[in-house]
């Protein structure tokens, strides 16, 4: 009687690693300008041709790029390209992402006075200064023409943000702290990828769960000094970070 051997069951789509190299290469092509913003993509075949590779790794692809925001489906008539992201060039402390995609977009920015206080614990280690000096708790969104795509809690030594009050403003948050008397002379800022819980997914309208880009910043005076700390959310379909860095020759 012969032995029956089991016969493995084909990749699901998106367990096959083929989609992710697809997902990324179809990325590639949006960061580089292949498609401009509201663009239909090509269709499943065409795709599948290019990449040398079958119809459900297209579709896993597509619809990795679906979950990230990059792309949407249009019934009957394909997948389009919702937008490009900035590529935000990290040589120099600047929040005007509009100049940065393909066609200069316009960033408007609105400042909330939440609270002044004494500076929490983690705040007064930041900032260097005791939990008994008060700090201005602000509340940060920046849009791009008119969408939101960053929201953050800023952290201001009074006796440096007085001039900080609600307002509105368009163009850079830092220019515009510089406008309200804050000395900017450099930025200490880390970046690492997080899921959107549901206070953070609702205001930059995201579903819950999805990918943003969390930032902590601790912001310095010219002489070193620090005046102001941070915690931001960005989406990281509107944005991407882009650095250039040397390779340093020798023992580190």
């Given at each position: 009687?012969?032995?029956?051997?089991?016969?493995?069951?084909?990749?699901?789509?998106?367990?096959?690693?083929?989609?992710?190299?697809?997902?990324?290469?179809?990325?590639?092509?949006?960061?580089?300008?292949?498609?401009?913003?509201?663009?239909?993509?090509?269709?499943?075949?065409?795709?599948?041709?290019?990449?040398?590779?079958?119809?459900?790794?297209?579709?896993?692809?597509?619809?990795?790029?679906?979950?990230?925001?990059?792309?949407?489906?249009?019934?009957?008539?394909?997948?389009?390209?919702?937008?490009?992201?900035?590529?935000?060039?990290?040589?120099?402390?600047?929040?005007?992402?509009?100049?940065?995609?393909?066609?200069?977009?316009?960033?408007?920015?609105?400042?909330?006075?939440?609270?002044?206080?004494?500076?929490?614990?983690?705040?007064?280690?930041?900032?260097?200064?005791?939990?008994?000096?008060?700090?201005?708790?602000?509340?940060?969104?920046?849009?791009?023409?008119?969408?939101?795509?960053?929201?953050?809690?800023?952290?201001?030594?009074?006796s440096d943000a007085r001039g900080m009050q609600g307002a509105t403003f368009t163009g850079d948050y830092y220019q515009h702290m510089e406008n309200s008397g804050v000395d900017l002379g450099s930025a200490?800022?880390?970046?690492?990828?997080?899921?959107?819980?549901?206070?953070?997914?609702?205001?930059?309208?995201?579903?819950?769960?999805?990918?943003?880009?969390?930032?902590?910043?601790?912001?310095?005076?010219?002489?070193?000094?620090?005046?102001?700390?941070?915690?931001?959310?960005?989406?990281?379909?509107?944005?991407?970070?882009?650095?250039?860095?040397?390779?340093?020759?020798?023992?580190?």
């Amino acid at each position: 009687m012969p032995i029956a051997t089991a016969v493995p069951a084909p990749p699901q789509p998106l367990t096959d690693p083929r989609v992710v190299l697809v997902r990324d290469l179809l990325r590639e092509d949006i960061r580089r300008g292949r498609f401009d913003a509201g663009s239909v993509l090509p269709g499943e075949h065409e795709l599948m041709l290019e990449y040398s590779t079958t119809r459900s790794v297209v579709r896993g692809a597509l619809q990795m790029l679906r979950t990230e925001g990059l792309v949407e489906r249009r019934q009957g008539t394909g997948t389009y390209l919702v937008d490009r992201q900035a590529m935000h060039p990290l040589d120099t402390l600047s929040a005007d992402i509009g100049r940065h995609y393909r066609r200069e977009r316009t960033v408007t920015g609105r400042i909330s006075v939440v609270d002044v206080m004494p500076a929490p614990g983690p705040i007064a280690a930041g900032l260097q200064i005791s939990t008994t000096e008060l700090v201005r708790h602000l509340d940060v969104e920046m849009h791009v023409d008119g969408a939101i795509y960053h929201i953050a809690s800023s952290y201001v030594r009074e006796s440096d943000a007085r001039g900080m009050q609600g307002a509105t403003f368009t163009g850079d948050y830092y220019q515009h702290m510089e406008n309200s008397g804050v000395d900017l002379g450099s930025a200490e800022i880390t970046f690492e990828a997080v899921n959107a819980d549901g206070p953070t997914a609702l205001r930059l309208g995201l579903p819950a769960g999805r990918a943003v880009m969390l930032f902590r910043r601790i912001s310095l005076d010219g002489s070193g000094r620090p005046v102001e700390m941070g915690f931001g959310r960005l989406r990281s379909d509107k944005l991407a970070l882009v650095s250039r860095m040397p390779r340093k020759r020798g023992r580190q």
